[in-house]
């Protein structure tokens, strides 16, 4: 029998649910990321880039960058001058957006390191095998909570997360292709769903065993270790949901 998107969520947590339900409804906690103005991200994606290390002569992959907050937020905590990054975004309207906000919210010669580009995944990680030393893929995914603030639980679908699984997947081993022996790629939802989160990355274990490790040092102590990663959710944080995996590439 199809199950709604209470019925659903209820199952996945139990007697939480209505706990997390309720702090999805309320104001997220948000940091201002720009260098040149204002530009406020949920705390969350903040942390996450904060997790991540990156060394001068740094060749960055952003796979699925727009609308650019992950990428500026990582740009805006940077120690070293000496990258170069290319950002990637499939979708037109995304990428004139992004583009924008690379314009908007950093300094002229922190956009000059930065190639845009629009291609999708899979051609992008043919043309580019083993280049980068860091992959971030801030992934498609169901996004619950604008489900949530938008009132469209009544059009939800449960076969959804099958759809955006296959996708993400797709793009993670694209990531992986792309991600240079001992670099690192950065996985993140903002799924509530471990369809979209641990089980994508488990495909990976299944699909390339052997030749990744799972990260699991963070430096945050804030948010829930999962099997292959953490989660920060807002009924425990007032901040998220995002869910992020730290995988190195052997």
């Keep these: 029998m199809k199950k709604n998107f209470q019925e659903y969520f209820g199952e996945v947590y139990a007697e939480r649910w ?5 702090a999805l409804q309320k104001d997220k906690e948000y940091v201002n990321i720009s260098l040149t103005g204002e530009y406020f991200v949920d705390e969350a994606s903040v942390l996450a880039m904060r997790e991540v290390e990156v060394r001068d002569d740094f060749q960055i992959l952003d796979l699925c960058s727009a609308p650019g907050g992950k990428i500026i937020s990582l740009l805006s905590n940077l120690s ?3 990258v170069s990054i290319v950002c990637n975004e499939i979708s037109t309207k995304r990428r004139m957006r992004l583009l924008q906000n690379l314009k908007d919210h950093l300094p002229e010669k922190m956009n000059e390191k930065i190639n845009v580009l629009g291609l999708d995944g899979i051609i992008l990680s043919q043309k580019n095998k083993e280049s980068f030393d860091l992959v971030i893929l801030d992934a498609p ?7 949530i603030d938008h009132k469209e639980e009544q059009g939800w679908k449960e076969n959804t997360y ?5 996708l993400q997947w797709s793009l993670l081993a694209s ?3 792309a991600c240079k022996s001992g670099g690192e790629i950065i996985y993140m ?10 089980e994508v990355v488990r495909k990976l274990f299944k699909k390339r065993k052997n030749l990744f490790e799972i990260n699991k040092q963070f430096k945050d102590s804030r948010g829930e270790l999962t099997e292959f990663g953490k989660i920060y959710l807002p009924d425990r944080e007032k901040i998220g949901p995002l869910y992020l995996a730290k995988i190195k590439k052997n």
């Design 189 to 198: 939802t903002c799924s509530l769903n471990p369809v979209e989160n641990d």
């Design 175 to 177: 990531a992986f292709e």
């Design 141 to 147: 995914c169901s996004s619950e909570r604008h489900v």
């Design 162 to 166: 099958k759809k955006n699984a296959s």
């Design 18 to 22: 209505s706990t997390l339900y309720t």
């Design 80 to 82: 070293v001058s000496n």
